[in-house]
């Protein structure tokens, strides 16, 4: 009998001890990343990395404020058009799809999730910088918004999917049109986790480098009109980090920290909008 | 008018499958009809069809006439966002809503249903139907509470209020006590009697005491079939069916 507990014990105590390990390792590229830019990047990391624009090599000082101006735009610009899109989509999925339609929608939208964000860059590039005969914010944020678009469309239909049947129930009994069950309780019930799901697209979309390439090009100066090609964090962090001057790759650290923790501050808002409300 | 509904032999499918079998029968307005019969034997189905729950249901379908107020309520004529305002219900599970306050929970029929109405109206309306679902008192105080933070019975008793809150003929209610404890059971059950000077009640239950209890009317239904009804006194000792005699006695079911 006590061999058993202790071959028992030691069992679910070696699992545990697996389980703890793993979930270790999956949250240990974040600190190394993190500890990492911290070191490298902490040489730069002056208020003027935030306030300044880039300055020409050798010329010390500079930053890369056009650059996150120029992400926010393009980022904001993304979001305002897709965000009313994705979630109207995500509640026409949860509430209404039924049939074929809504099938080949969510089909269609999952294999948009998994499309390289290189492939939008150059979608983007095809579709607006080649007719515009320039790259712009518009272009750029063209392509953010549709590798933005489809992972909204998704965590709202999921978060519409956990608001129980018995919540629409109540409101329907109460004479309330569907409509209006649909956008003021239903979409209002579910308002925590859609602004989550949004909250971590854009922490997605802040980051992408690829798609910019063939979309904003980058500037070394304030942008003069959403027309015109625009800077961008992931650009300036890109091209400081591929050139030879040891000044940039410090300025390139200190820009991925920026970016970093943009994002760090982003997913903390997602946490809270999903806290445990008593 | 003397009934509130008329049932007249109302069937219903869920699919190929028949739950409810030419039910006929009249509600008397300001009484109070238990709905009594073993599980599955369609009782909910056959309520949810007064107020057309199911109209959302996919593969639902229904034949025959529900009259209320004289009109038959599946006819196209009949919108049934207008006719829920008028047959209300009371769901098993307390179910307010989530993200509301008591208040904002009692208010929200009020405020959705297009007439514009001042704070002031609100407020009262709020208070009136929170005083017939006798839980005024010892809501008053934090009407700002989620509704969800009330204990299961006063839930139930909040669902109550915001369905008496856009001031229904009818009231029909889905087991209202089964996933409540004995003391909250007995003041919705109280809650019942008195609602029933004003309101048409129809409640399901498998509960016989409760039948007994609260009822006026009594309809037992048998695997889709209206077996009998009758007045609660006469369906408990002496009713016409043997089946019915069998279940109140407990032989089965």
Known sequence: MES?????????????????????????????????????????????????????????????????????????????????????????????????????????????????????????????????KRFSAWAAAASLAMIFIPIVVRTTEEMLKTVPASVREAALALGIERWKTTLFITVRTATAGIVTGILLAMARIIGETAPLLFTALGNQFWQSGLDQPIAAIPLQVFNYAISPYDDWHDKAWAGALVLIGMVLAISGGARYFTRVRK | ???????????????????????????????????????????????????????????????????????????????????????????????????????????????????????????????????????????????????????????????????????????????????LDPMSTAKIEELIEDLSDKYTIVVVTHNMQQAGRISDYVAFFLLGDLIEMDKAAKIFTNPADKRTEEYITGRFG
């Open chain 2, 1 to 179: 008018m003397e009934n509130a509904l008329q049932v007249k032999d109302l069937c219903a499918w869920f699919g190929d499958h028949q739950v409810l079998k030419n039910i006929t029968m009249d509600i008397r307005r300001n009484s109070v009809t238990s709905v009594m019969g073993p599980s599955g034997c369609g009782k909910s189905t056959f309520i949810r069809c007064l107020n057309r729950m199911h109209d959302l249901t996919p593969g639902f379908r229904v034949a025959g006439d529900v009259l209320f107020d004289g009109r038959n309520i599946y006819s196209e004529k009949i919108d049934p966002v207008l006719l829920r305002r008028k047959v209300g219900m009371v769901f098993q599970q307390p179910n307010p809503f989530p993200r509301m306050s008591a208040f904002e929970n009692v208010a929200v029929g009020l405020k959705f249903n297009g007439k514009k109405r001042s704070r002031a109206e609100m407020a009262e309306t709020v208070e009136k139907s929170l005083r017939m679902a006798a839980l005024w008192d010892e809501l008053k105080d934090h009407l700002g509470r989620p509704g969800s933070s009330l204990s299961g019975g006063q839930q139930q008793r909040l669902c109550i209020a915001r369905a008496l809150a856009v001031e229904p003929e009818v009231l029909l209610m889905d087991e209202p006590c089964s996933a």
């Open chain 1, 4 to 132: 058993i507990a202790f071959r028992r014990r030691a069992a679910d105590r070696v699992t545990r001890g697996l389980f703890a390990l793993s979930a270790f390792v999956v949250i240990l590229p974040l600190f190394l990343i993190f500890f990492d830019l911290l070191w490298k990047g902490a040489r730069e990391l002056k208020w003027t990395l935030l306030t300044d624009l880039p300055h020409p090599v050798g010329e010390p000082g500079g930053g890369i404020a056009n650059g996150i101006l120029g992400t926010l735009s393009i980022a904001g610009l993304a979001m305002a058009g897709g965000i009313p899109m994705a979630v109207m989509a995500g509640i026409y999925l949860a509430e209404y799809g039924r049939g074929k339609f809504a099938s080949a929608v969510r089909f269609a939208v999952d294999t948009l999730t998994g499309v390289p964000s290189i492939i939008m860059g150059i979608f983007g590039y095809v579709l607006w910088v080649l007719p515009m």
